[in-house]
């Protein structure tokens, strides 16, 4: 399975985008916890929000809370990335992650400890007026 991220690109300080994490070949997501990370050069991953493999459970981290939505759409193998009200420390390299299982538990998956079987390329994003 190949995770590959599209969306990304240049957005003004308070505006929005919308990421979008895909298998490469359209194979199932719906088995996969999903979560995107984000990187700045010099500085360590940092895991910005998780869901479960039936959607139902979340996490973000406290730096996009209320600004960022993730949510999947398994009919179409795709999880999205809703960033609103960006702010410039939001500019980052954005990384698509999944692991599979039905009992994933995402606080723990976007804390970067536990190693995650599938990665995608990343999606630059960049905050400038």
Same mark, same amino acid.
Do not use: H
């Given at each position: ?31 996969? *916890? ?5 990187? =700045? ?8 929000? &998780?869901?479960?493999?039936? /959607? #139902? ?21 795709? *999880? ?5 009200? =960006? ?8 990384? &698509?992650?999944?692991?599979? /299982? #039905? ?27």
């Amino acid at each position: 399975l190949q995770l590959v991220e599209s969306g990304g690109g240049l957005v003004q300080p308070g505006g929005s985008l919308r990421l979008t994490c895909a298998s490469s070949e359209s194979a199932s997501l719906d088995y996969l *916890a999903i979560g995107w990370f984000r990187q =700045v050069p010099g500085k360590e991953r940092e895991g910005v929000a &998780c869901i479960n493999a039936e /959607g #139902r459970n979340t996490y973000y981290a406290d730096s996009v809370k209320g600004r960022f939505a993730i949510s999947r759409d398994d009919a179409k193998n795709v *999880a999205y990335l809703e960033m609103n009200n =960006v702010e410039p420390e939001d500019a980052a390299l954005y990384y &698509c992650a999944a692991e599979p /299982g #039905r009992e994933i538990n995402v606080r723990l998956m976007c804390s970067g400890t536990a190693p995650l079987d599938y990665w995608g390329r990343g999606t630059q994003v960049t905050v400038s007026s």
